[in-house]
């Protein structure tokens, strides 16, 4: 009877041992998608929102570019990723199908092309006469 208790708590510590390796994190084989984000008057875009997902539509998240226009995106599952960026009113067109493989970094550029009206942000001003 103690032989069958002590194996059958084996058994689960084993079970709970491999349900945690597979919810672990993703470490060296994780991949990450870098770029940078371009307004319509062919600028970095500073604090713009950066959209992903898998391309199954699972898992929306969103970073935002730093002051320079780029962004990073780390510890992905090796898939394929649908990505939008948008920052002033204006956005890009969806990149669809975005391969990533384990260990892999890909580079992005995600130009701000759409929009009802072209903010004024990205107007160029007429000089005075």
Known sequence: MKWAKLFVAILLLMLLAARGVSAAPQGK???TL???????????????????????????HAVHTD??????I?????DNYDIRASGKGVFSEWQKNVSVRSGQTKELTLRLIYA????????KSKPQQ
């Open 116 to 123: 009802r009206k072209i903010p004024k942000a990205y107007v």
């Open 34 to 60: 870098t770029g940078t984000v371009l307004g319509p008057d062919d600028r970095p875009v500073a604090h713009a929102s950066v959209s992903y997902q898998s391309s199954s539509g699972n898992a929306p």
């Open 67 to 72: 002051s320079h226009g780029h962004f990073a």
């Open 29 to 31: 084989g994780s991949a």
């Open 74 to 78: 780390a510890k992905l599952r090796a």
